[in-house]
């Protein structure tokens, strides 16, 4: 037993090897956010810089939620449940915080989370409120998760139907505890004079959390989206990410084969909860406000559309059906009434063209390596 | 495997279909039928900002990407025009469209003629910030209006206040909307009052001293409005004797209606909207309760009737307008209306025909159509006769107005009292 547990510590490498590995890919990321902020978003204009981040909040909630029911073929429609609450937790600590710290709820941010900047790099590039802002989102994300765990942790011995209606309810209870929650506090003598866990329960109610500072850019959707991605990757590549795809294709067998599979499943939802927290921040600060009311499971039903028209399991496919399925409505704003209807005939064409999702379960390079040696011949064969 | 390839085939027609489509998206979708330039002063005296170029005399040649001619000013309008509340969008939609034919008839304002363009939100507040943001940077419009419901006014405002351009909304009442900022002003009245108006209905016209809530606790409209009518009840020596809750979309108000049948108040108030209300009135009735029904403006349609049905007659509701007030501008505007869309015009699409004519007042006031100038003329108006009553905005840039009080009488709404701001 001893034996073994060495021999895989000497299989894996050390996890403090994990910020290293990913060095490059993490520096490719940033330079790109850092360029499309710079460049791209004033040559655009703020409508397209808005569909753009639009997608970018999208990619991350989408490709998290591949985790769960790509991967891991688990079946969940809570997914805009644990965005959320990772939006509320953000908005709430940024607005909060903001009141606290400098006694109003406005921006304190530097170019990088300015829609307005002219030049991105004249100014300082970060300012106390985006510090604020990226530690809500990773609080949020964290409680997400935390909030993924609680509910994973019972719910992940259902199967299938179980397992939507567990997750569903989640979302709902999510909601209609946000929408019974007191007045938000606008005053910032009465916020000082409020102890924080008595904040906690002033998210806005009905009308939602509203005066939440706008820090969400291009640069912030790149960067988490492309966290995101890679991290949806590695996972995939991992031994971790293979016994999650072994319980998707036949849980009796991963279970025979040593794969500990509550385990797997809850952990996979608890990653996936967190992303889609962090999602809900950015969210948050792009609309300037959350209200619960509008994320029910309706919205929950929105990505697991982007999962299952990408691909099971499929990370590009999750990722293009995330863009596709953003940019379609807003391209379809020429046909004006029958824009829903046209978008709901593509999505069924869609379907039927191709049940197995864009790419399938594959990725799209695994899909374009045997087009392109059919094109240029069977060279590479041998 | 020739199935699966015509599959394909439709799939790419249809999908490029979606992407030549909004090649065409130039053009307005759901505007006023007028022609542009037909009746335009060549000498214009007011610079317009939105055609951006040095020459107005040719710029509406020589602009066709942003589509903005210099001789017409294009108003946006963002609705929930598909969803749950697309009634709602609808209605303000007609409303606005009948201003805009009235306003161009009669040759526009400073010689220009006005275009809409209508822009489905979904009842989404992301889509409204995005359909705002489109119409500001795209279409360059001079002003936005919209929303119905107060959370995607709050969205849509927010953008609209970032980029200076003015925003009338025609009917969100909850107070939080104007307080974005300057641009943002309202032609309805506002929560507060709206429960000041039936608290003091029920004290002084209906002398009746007692009554029980039972509001949405998901609506932010409903439970805004529950609070205001407490503390206006209370203020006016009534007394509430109990507070009811619950989650819209629910059907069996009966654990709710007991513990109110157990107090036997004079009134309920249910500041829902008419899907509820209609519901709570059959219940209520059948539980033996004689409490006087009212409620808001939530109550406004034709479907109330249909859903309360005998349980719902007598009951009260306040509302922006009555079709039945002899005033001419309501008779002539109902006329008007009903030769145009074929039916009675609800509150909504009065207000949305207000929002519309008292933006075009502004804009013969106006130094320029720049978003500041704009504004300050809109936040300016001072007793514009509107079909919704004599409206001022005051300095919160919230309407000042009266409301009417409705009752339910044989199926439809009967003009009962008007209430005069405080």
Redesign the interface.
Same mark, same amino acid.
């Given at each position: 037993m001893l034996r073994m547990k060495a021999r895989s510590l000497e299989l894996s490498p050390p996890a403090w090897t994990i910020l290293p590995r990913n060095l490059l890919a993490l520096v490719v990321i940033l330079a790109i956010a850092i360029m499309m902020h710079a460049w791209v978003r004033p040559a655009v =204009? %703020? *409508?397209y810089n808005?569909?753009m981040m639009?997608v970018g909040i999208n990619i991350v909630l989408a490709v998290s939620l591949t985790i769960v029911n790509g991967f891991t073929g688990q079946f969940s429609i809570g997914h805009a449940g644990f965005m959320t609450l990772g939006g509320y937790v953000a908005a709430a600590t940024t607005y909060y915080g903001s009141q606290l710290l400098w006694s109003k709820a406005a921006f304190f941010g530097g170019t990088l989370s300015s829609n @307005?900047a002219e030049s991105v790099f004249s100014a300082g590039l970060l300012g106390g409120g985006d510090l604020l802002f990226v530690a809500g989102c990773v609080l949020g994300g964290c409680i997400a998760a935390g909030a993924g765990y609680v509910v994973g942790l019972p719910s992940l011995r259902l199967r299938g139907d179980y397992l939507a209606i567990v997750t569903l309810g989640f979302g709902e209870i999510i909601r !209609?505890l946000l929408?019974?929650s007191g007045p938000q506090v606008t005053r910032t003598a009465d916020i000082a004079a409020k102890n924080p866990f008595e904040l906690t329960t002033a998210l806005g109610?009905?009308?939602?959390f @509203?005066r939440v500072p706008?820090y969400t850019t291009q640069f912030w959707t790149i960067l988490f989206g492309g966290v995101t991605l890679l991290v949806a990757y590695r996972l995939k590549q991992s031994s971790m990410g293979r016994a999650l795809l072994s319980i998707r294709e036949d849980e009796v067998a991963a279970e025979a084969m040593g794969v500990k599979t509550t385990r797997m499943k809850v952990l996979a939802f608890v990653i996936a909860a967190f992303f889609a927290g962090m999602g809900g921040g950015l *969210?948050a600060h792009? #609309? =300037?406000?959350i %209200?619960a009311?509008?994320l029910g499971f309706m919205k929950s039903f929105d990505f697991v559309i982007m999962v299952v028209l990408g691909g099971m399991g499929s990370i590009s496919g999750a990722t293009l059906a995330a863009i596709v399925l953003t940019v379609?409505p807003?391209? #379809?704003? =020429?046909?004006?009434?029958y824009? $829903?209807i !046209?978008y709901a005939?593509?999505l069924i064409? $869609?379907m #039927? !063209?191709r049940p197995q999702g864009l790419f399938g379960v594959r990725e799209a390079w695994e899909l374009i390596r045997p087009l392109t040696r059919r094109m240029f011949g069977s060279g590479a064969k041998a | 495997m020739n199935r699966v390839r015509a599959f394909a085939a439709c799939a790419i027609i249809g999908l490029s279909l979606a992407i030549i489509l909004p090649g065409c998206d130039n053009s307005p979708q759901a505007s006023a039928a007028t022609s542009p330039g037909s009746g335009s002063s060549p000498t214009n005296s007011v610079p317009n900002p939105t055609a951006g170029t040095t020459t107005p005399t040719d710029a509406s040649a020589n602009s066709p990407a942003t589509e903005t001619s210099a001789d017409e000013y294009v108003v946006g309008h963002y609705a929930s025009m598909t969803g749950s509340e697309a009634t709602f969008g609808k209605s303000t939609d007609d409303g606005i469209k009948l201003a805009i034919e009235e306003i161009n008839a009669a040759g526009g304002v400073k010689g220009k003629k006005f275009r809409l363009i209508t822009y489905d939100d979904q009842g989404k507040g992301q889509e409204a910030a995005t359909a705002v943001t489109r119409l500001i940077t795209r279409d360059k419009v001079v002003a936005v209006l919209g929303e119905v419901a107060s959370s995607r006014s709050i969205a849509g405002g927010q953008v609209a206040q970032q980029n200076g351009v003015p925003m009338i909304t025609p009917s969100s009442t909850n107070a939080s909307v104007t307080e974005i900022g300057d641009m943002i002003s309202r032609v309805c009245f506002i929560d507060p009052f709206q429960g000041f108006v039936c608290a003091k209905f029920v004290r002084d016209n209906l002398k009746l001293s007692t009554a029980a809530t039972l509001y949405d606790r998901t609506q932010a409209y409903s439970a805004g409005l529950n609070d205001d009518f407490k503390k206006a009840f209370t203020e006016l020596g009534g007394k509430i004797v109990t507070e009811q809750a619950y989650a819209g979309g629910d059907a069996d108000f009966s654990a709710q209606l007991t513990n109110i049948r157990d107090k036997n108040p004079d009134v309920i108030f249910i500041p829902g909207y008419y899907t509820e209300a209609g519901n709570i009135a059959m219940q209520v009735r059948k539980l033996g309760l004689k409490s006087v029904l009212i409620g808001g403006d939530g109550w406004d349609s034709a479907k109330l009737a249909e859903i309360g049905g005998q349980a719902i007659e007598g009951a009260y509701y306040s509302n922006h307008y009555s079709d039945e007030e002899q005033r001419p501008a309501v008779q002539d505007f109902v006329k008007k209306y009903k030769e145009k869309y074929g039916a009675v015009p609800d509150g909504l699409a009065a207000l949305g025909y207000d929002a519309m004519r008292l933006l075009a007042d502004a804009m013969t006031r106006a130094k320029s159509t720049s978003g500041k100038d704009l504004a300050e003329a809109i936040n300016s108006t001072k007793d514009f006769a509107g079909v919704t009553g004599v409206i001022t905005i005051d300095a919160e840039r919230n309407a000042r107005k009266p409301a009417v009080i409705l009752k339910m009488q044989g199926g439809r709404p009967r003009y009962a009292a008007t209430i005069q701001p405080k």
């Amino acid at each position: 037993m001893l034996r073994m547990k060495a021999r895989s510590l000497e299989l894996s490498p050390p996890a403090w090897t994990i910020l290293p590995r990913n060095l490059l890919a993490l520096v490719v990321i940033l330079a790109i956010a850092i360029m499309m902020h710079a460049w791209v978003r004033p040559a655009v =204009g %703020n *409508y397209y810089n808005r569909v753009m981040m639009d997608v970018g909040i999208n990619i991350v909630l989408a490709v998290s939620l591949t985790i769960v029911n790509g991967f891991t073929g688990q079946f969940s429609i809570g997914h805009a449940g644990f965005m959320t609450l990772g939006g509320y937790v953000a908005a709430a600590t940024t607005y909060y915080g903001s009141q606290l710290l400098w006694s109003k709820a406005a921006f304190f941010g530097g170019t990088l989370s300015s829609n @307005t900047a002219e030049s991105v790099f004249s100014a300082g590039l970060l300012g106390g409120g985006d510090l604020l802002f990226v530690a809500g989102c990773v609080l949020g994300g964290c409680i997400a998760a935390g909030a993924g765990y609680v509910v994973g942790l019972p719910s992940l011995r259902l199967r299938g139907d179980y397992l939507a209606i567990v997750t569903l309810g989640f979302g709902e209870i999510i909601r !209609v505890l946000l929408q019974a929650s007191g007045p938000q506090v606008t005053r910032t003598a009465d916020i000082a004079a409020k102890n924080p866990f008595e904040l906690t329960t002033a998210l806005g109610g009905a009308l939602g959390f @509203t005066r939440v500072p706008i820090y969400t850019t291009q640069f912030w959707t790149i960067l988490f989206g492309g966290v995101t991605l890679l991290v949806a990757y590695r996972l995939k590549q991992s031994s971790m990410g293979r016994a999650l795809l072994s319980i998707r294709e036949d849980e009796v067998a991963a279970e025979a084969m040593g794969v500990k599979t509550t385990r797997m499943k809850v952990l996979a939802f608890v990653i996936a909860a967190f992303f889609a927290g962090m999602g809900g921040g950015l *969210y948050a600060h792009q #609309l =300037g406000q959350i %209200n619960a009311g509008e994320l029910g499971f309706m919205k929950s039903f929105d990505f697991v559309i982007m999962v299952v028209l990408g691909g099971m399991g499929s990370i590009s496919g999750a990722t293009l059906a995330a863009i596709v399925l953003t940019v379609l409505p807003e391209l #379809l704003r =020429g046909v004006a009434e029958y824009r $829903m209807i !046209v978008y709901a005939l593509l999505l069924i064409v $869609m379907m #039927l !063209v191709r049940p197995q999702g864009l790419f399938g379960v594959r990725e799209a390079w695994e899909l374009i390596r045997p087009l392109t040696r059919r094109m240029f011949g069977s060279g590479a064969k041998a | 495997m020739n199935r699966v390839r015509a599959f394909a085939a439709c799939a790419i027609i249809g999908l490029s279909l979606a992407i030549i489509l909004p090649g065409c998206d130039n053009s307005p979708q759901a505007s006023a039928a007028t022609s542009p330039g037909s009746g335009s002063s060549p000498t214009n005296s007011v610079p317009n900002p939105t055609a951006g170029t040095t020459t107005p005399t040719d710029a509406s040649a020589n602009s066709p990407a942003t589509e903005t001619s210099a001789d017409e000013y294009v108003v946006g309008h963002y609705a929930s025009m598909t969803g749950s509340e697309a009634t709602f969008g609808k209605s303000t939609d007609d409303g606005i469209k009948l201003a805009i034919e009235e306003i161009n008839a009669a040759g526009g304002v400073k010689g220009k003629k006005f275009r809409l363009i209508t822009y489905d939100d979904q009842g989404k507040g992301q889509e409204a910030a995005t359909a705002v943001t489109r119409l500001i940077t795209r279409d360059k419009v001079v002003a936005v209006l919209g929303e119905v419901a107060s959370s995607r006014s709050i969205a849509g405002g927010q953008v609209a206040q970032q980029n200076g351009v003015p925003m009338i909304t025609p009917s969100s009442t909850n107070a939080s909307v104007t307080e974005i900022g300057d641009m943002i002003s309202r032609v309805c009245f506002i929560d507060p009052f709206q429960g000041f108006v039936c608290a003091k209905f029920v004290r002084d016209n209906l002398k009746l001293s007692t009554a029980a809530t039972l509001y949405d606790r998901t609506q932010a409209y409903s439970a805004g409005l529950n609070d205001d009518f407490k503390k206006a009840f209370t203020e006016l020596g009534g007394k509430i004797v109990t507070e009811q809750a619950y989650a819209g979309g629910d059907a069996d108000f009966s654990a709710q209606l007991t513990n109110i049948r157990d107090k036997n108040p004079d009134v309920i108030f249910i500041p829902g909207y008419y899907t509820e209300a209609g519901n709570i009135a059959m219940q209520v009735r059948k539980l033996g309760l004689k409490s006087v029904l009212i409620g808001g403006d939530g109550w406004d349609s034709a479907k109330l009737a249909e859903i309360g049905g005998q349980a719902i007659e007598g009951a009260y509701y306040s509302n922006h307008y009555s079709d039945e007030e002899q005033r001419p501008a309501v008779q002539d505007f109902v006329k008007k209306y009903k030769e145009k869309y074929g039916a009675v015009p609800d509150g909504l699409a009065a207000l949305g025909y207000d929002a519309m004519r008292l933006l075009a007042d502004a804009m013969t006031r106006a130094k320029s159509t720049s978003g500041k100038d704009l504004a300050e003329a809109i936040n300016s108006t001072k007793d514009f006769a509107g079909v919704t009553g004599v409206i001022t905005i005051d300095a919160e840039r919230n309407a000042r107005k009266p409301a009417v009080i409705l009752k339910m009488q044989g199926g439809r709404p009967r003009y009962a009292a008007t209430i005069q701001p405080k």
